[in-house]
């Protein structure tokens, strides 16, 4: 029913900066709620960040928080990871996440029905 495609993963150096984009398909957009989570090699996905479905709740993980921004236009049918202050520790594959009917800003990734393909970014030293 929805279907998310990631944008905007790369190559940058350690204290850049780099926005990631989500464009998502589907009439139940304004009220789903929407998630970042992150993968490195070897390890469990993890929980990123996350925003209602009006964009007015949002939550963050530790590892993230004070550098990473979520934020969605839903009139582009679209949701936005702003990443600064990268670390070599924040490369890994970025996947875009949605709820089905929960409305919770949840980190447990079982939460989250669609998933997207996932974009790389990596982050050098």
């Known amino acids: 029913q929805v279907q998310l495609v990631e944008s905007g993963g790369g190559l940058v150096q350690a204290g850049g900066s780099l926005r990631l984009s989500c464009v998502a398909s589907g009439r139940t957009f304004r009220s789903t709620v929407m998630g970042w989570f992150r993968q490195a090699p070897g390890k469990e996905r993890e929980f990123a960040a996350a925003i209602s479905g009006s964009g007015g709740g949002t939550s963050y993980g530790d590892s993230v928080k004070g550098r990473f921004t979520i934020s969605r236009d839903n009139a582009k049918n679209s949701v936005y990871l702003q990443m600064n202050s990268l670390k070599p520790e924040d490369t890994a594959v970025y996947y875009c996440?949605?709820?089905?009917?929960?409305?919770?800003?949840?980190?447990?990734?079982?939460?989250?029905?669609?998933w997207g393909q996932g974009t790389q970014v990596t982050v050098s030293s």
């Open positions: 996440a949605a709820r089905k009917h929960g409305i919770s800003l949840t980190p447990d990734l079982t939460s989250y029905d669609y």
